[in-house]
């Protein structure tokens, strides 16, 4: 990371957790064999309804305190941006409910988030007509990738705020990409970095065998 960027971090990774979960990929667990194309359905295939909101990292989690806080968006751009806090909540604040639906088995209905649009970011950066995937890079080193035209979509947020608090450390705060219509694993917490490519680039679980796009109506857990 950058100079600016460097963040304290607190635990370290759980590499049995990761060993575990690749295992899961591996064995197909959760799998129903049923999908859901037509969303017919409000709760994805093998799902189950939670009340509470689970926490799950990978037992690290970075401290970012709101004046060391950088969001870039760089890569296949016209117009390279790295937005200090200030900036960040200057930009149009936009409110939406939304479920949202972990590869882990659990879904929780009806979450106001409070954040920038996707779409007010890639408007400031101006992407390249060649870019057509987007990698994202947390503060704890965790990366994910989806394609340009998942991220430029009018319900994905760059999150600060859960039902009206500002989000948790534990959440993901400062700072976390929501995209709903994907499994959770695919909006990171603590983002840092949002980079264009041409060509995809697949991410911390997505080489450890959990699928690349991660429809949950298409349950697309592992591939």
Not at 72 to 84: M, P, S
Not at 96 to 123: E, K
């Amino acid at each position: 990371m950058a100079e600016d960027e460097s963040v304290p971090l607190t635990g370290k990774l759980r590499e049995k957790l990761v060993e575990k979960k690749q295992d899961w990929a591996r064995d197909g667990r959760l799998i129903t064999g049923h999908t859901d194309a037509a969303h017919a359905m409000r709760l994805p295939p093998g799902q189950t309804l939670v009340k509470d909101w689970p926490v799950l990292d990978l037992g690290v989690q970075p401290d970012v305190a709101k004046d060391r806080f950088r969001l870039r968006v760089e890569g296949l751009v016209e117009n390279r941006v790295a937005l200090d806090w200030d900036w960040f909540m200057s930009l149009e604040q936009t409110e939406q409910v939304c479920d949202i639906h972990c590869v882990t088995q659990w879904s929780r209905y009806d979450n106001r988030f409070t954040g920038v649009r996707a779409r007010t970011l890639l408007a400031l950066a101006r992407p390249k007509p060649s870019a057509r995937f987007v990698s994202f890079t947390s503060y704890d080193g965790y990366t994910t990738n989806v394609p340009l035209a998942a991220f430029d979509d009018d319900d994905v947020l760059l999150a600060h705020a859960w039902e009206g608090e500002p989000l948790t450390r534990a959440h993901g705060g400062p700072v976390r990409v929501v995209l709903p219509k994907l499994y959770f694993w695919k909006s990171p917490k603590w983002v840092t970095r949002i980079e264009l490519l041409a060509e995809d680039r697949p991410g911390f679980w997505e080489v450890r065998g959990y699928h690349n796009n991660a429809d949950p109506w298409l349950e697309e857990r592992y591939g």
